[in-house]
């Protein structure tokens, strides 16, 4: 039996596995358990065989099991498979369409990240959770004070200070009951700040230790965070062949619809890795309003467009996608970025 491409659909228990010949027909069509799946392909370590599956939960985990063995793993995106799915919807056609997407030209692969950078992306992954809990902790105690006549303005740090120069202070006359609900609240924001402090510091001492995020950290808007996050998100830099495909991994590149030859750009795709995204245009954002203390190539590109009349935030995204092309340059060329020549 010779076996040309092997397609799997990842389960929690259960791994649906399908296998195609030369001629594209199906030699193989077995269901695994996790345990039975790495002892098929241990069985099959003579010959190195191309398996594919899509990039979900557990996905990594596999495949670093599969490249142990010798094989060759790709991680497909469900955009690439979903054309090639059957109409009815099961596992077995699930396994098919992996496989059939695999052997097709342009399919998008994700790379295989290592071990160092599935531990920032879990770090990055509890981190988002706590800042969006203890937002939500924030927006709770505003809205309950403005019953009680306070008015807290917007802003974490604004927040402190009003917390501790009114409400810890006594200045705000309030009710035993709402008293101690909301130092209960204070306190649950206080653990919060603290989990995410320790976190930012881990995050920080990873980036001083790691070339390729201090490869990051110069670049104008990049700091610790957005190198970490970067780091984690993109496996392999060689996975991308120019700057532009890194912007358009980013979501950073126009959205198309052309017809006829008529070219219509429209706004960000903000297709791919949102959550970096999102940082790396909080970043560009806070080096535009501090362009004025820094000159370099990138601060002159901001200026050029706020002196032609362009909104704010039409600019920070265009910094982002330049960022973006810059930290493709810096890390495919393995060469230090230069701001004078940004």
Excluded at 11 to 34: C, W, Y
Excluded at 126 to 132: D, G, S, Y
Excluded at 238 to 260: E, H, M, N, Y
Excluded at 285 to 293: D, L, Q, T, V, W
């Amino acid at each position: 039996m010779t076996i040309r491409q092997i397609g799997i659909d990842i389960g929690k228990n259960t791994f649906h596995v399908v296998a195609l010949g030369p001629d594209e027909q199906i030699v193989l069509k077995r269901q695994f358990s996790r345990s039975q799946l790495i002892r098929f392909f241990e069985g099959q370590g003579n010959e190195a065989l191309d398996i594919a599956f899509e990039a979900c939960s557990g996905a990594h985990w596999l495949a670093h099991k599969l490249i142990q063995l010798g094989h060759r793993v790709r991680l497909l995106t469900p955009e690439s498979v979903r054309p090639f799915a059957k109409a009815q919807k099961n596992d077995w056609n699930d396994a098919l369409a992996i496989a059939e997407a695999a052997r097709r030209p342009g399919r998008h692969a994700v790379g295989v990240k290592s071990e160092e950078q599935l531990d920032m992306q879990a770090l990055h992954r509890v981190r988002q959770r706590l800042v969006t809990a203890r937002t939500a902790v924030i927006n709770q105690l505003r809205g309950l004070l403005r019953e009680r006549g306070l008015v807290i303005p917007s802003g974490r740090f604004r927040f402190e200070r009003c917390v501790h120069g009114k409400l810890l202070a006594g200045d705000v006359e309030l009710s035993p009951v709402s008293r101690t609900l909301f130092e209960t609240l204070i306190v649950e924001y206080r653990a919060l700040d603290d989990r995410i402090s320790r976190i930012d510091h881990d995050l920080e001492a990873f980036a001083r230790s790691n070339p390729v995020c201090q490869a990051l950290l110069p670049i104008p808007g990049i700091g610790v965070i957005v190198a970490t996050a970067l780091f984690s998100a993109v496996a392999n830099v060689s996975d991308f062949k120019t700057g532009r495909d890194l912007a358009a991994f980013l979501g950073l590149v126009p959205r198309q619809r052309s017809t006829g030859g008529k070219t219509v750009l429209l706004g960000i795709s903000k297709r791919g890795n949102s959550y970096v995204r999102t940082l790396m245009i909080h970043g560009m954002r806070s080096a535009f309003y501090n362009r004025e203390k820094r000159t370099n190539r990138m601060t002159m590109f901001m200026k050029r467009l706020a002196d032609r009349g362009m909104h704010t935030n039409k600019i920070v995204v265009a910094s982002a996608n330049k960022a973006a092309r810059i930290i493709w340059a810096v890390l495919s060329k393995n060469t230090p970025f230069q701001p004078s020549a940004a």
